[in-house]
């Protein structure tokens, strides 16, 4: 599959490797494609040959699936850099956690209560079919679940098109192994799923590890 | 033990009353305690004659343990109400969340990101040793942790005082079978549980039931 990855930080370069390995052919778009501004991206793209360095814009045009994989505090321009308009009917994947570090650590969130980044992005890209999820897990259980807890724990979503969080699912699934999907419902629920990052960051500190995740029990 | 229960809502009520079937004995707090104000209050009164109303204040002079269980727009008033010189020294659960349900369905926080009630309540009464716990799980939960996931699940708790949290797990663990706790730190972490209602509330809606719990998983 052809897959658009917005990032090219730790996330976006951990997604498009593990995808890359899966046989996708990964754009990956950053804000001046010209030349890899870092040397690990420079080590990702001689690794391999079916990862490309565009610019956002370019990186969508002819993406099948479309991966937001940067820092909450870039996320709308980037969106504004894709062009919304080109992002119209994708399937968008939105991992992003709006973190303000900007107060120290631990981060507060730049929005939340009342409305969510989530929310946001699918406002400055309507026509885009935003699907929020894996962005209550670190990379490493994004891409092997089956690496905490033997697989046997929820990744949340939520979006407002049925049919792009089945799509979501169905993939991830394949790719990575997920087994256990909670469909919350429109994208107003990405408030929950972002709001719990405080109580992530608390967890992750308390446990030594950001490997982990949770499992919802009745 | 002489247990004072701050609040006679549903939640009150219904740990007032596990709690007297357990051995203890429970005063509740209420604004006036001239006579109960509910028929519902009235019922757990003449069901159990271990379970007496009071004054908040009046509620907490010879309590061993002090449990604040009333709704977040409340909670700071009845801190007042029992005088926070008067909670010198007690260990004090919070289960209380600042949900605000003035915009309507799911309610928006009155607090979070940047503080949480769990620390203005450690505020307002600097003495008292509170221990914010409980308020991720509803109460047929908190006193019967078994009857989900057999209670394999997590009970998150923060507070400042160390011998505080173990003394509350200690009471939890002996009174309803908790068996996993994970102490997340400081009262500050407050902002990390309560800011996971708004999850909370849409897995509750996604789940359709209340009776549930997390587990975490590595």
Redesign the interface.
Known sequence: MRIAMLGTGIVGRALAAELARRGDEVVLGTRDASQPHSEELAELLGEHSTITLRSFADAVTDAELVVLAIGGDHALDVIAAAGPDALDGKVLIDLSNPLDFS?GYPP??SV???TSLGEQIQAAAPGARVVKTLNTVNVAVMTDPAG??AG??DL?L?GNDEGAKRHVEAFLAERFGWQSF????DIT?A???E?????????R???G?S????????
Request: charge should be positive; hydrophobic fraction near 45%; aromatic fraction near 10%.
């Open positions: 107060n507060t969130l939340c209560n009342t905490v807890g046997e724990h949340f939520c909670l469909d919350l419902g629920m408030r929950g799923t709001m719990y990052m405080p109580l992530w960051l608390r967890v500190a308390a446990l590890t490997n982990f995740n949770v499992r919802v029990v009745r």
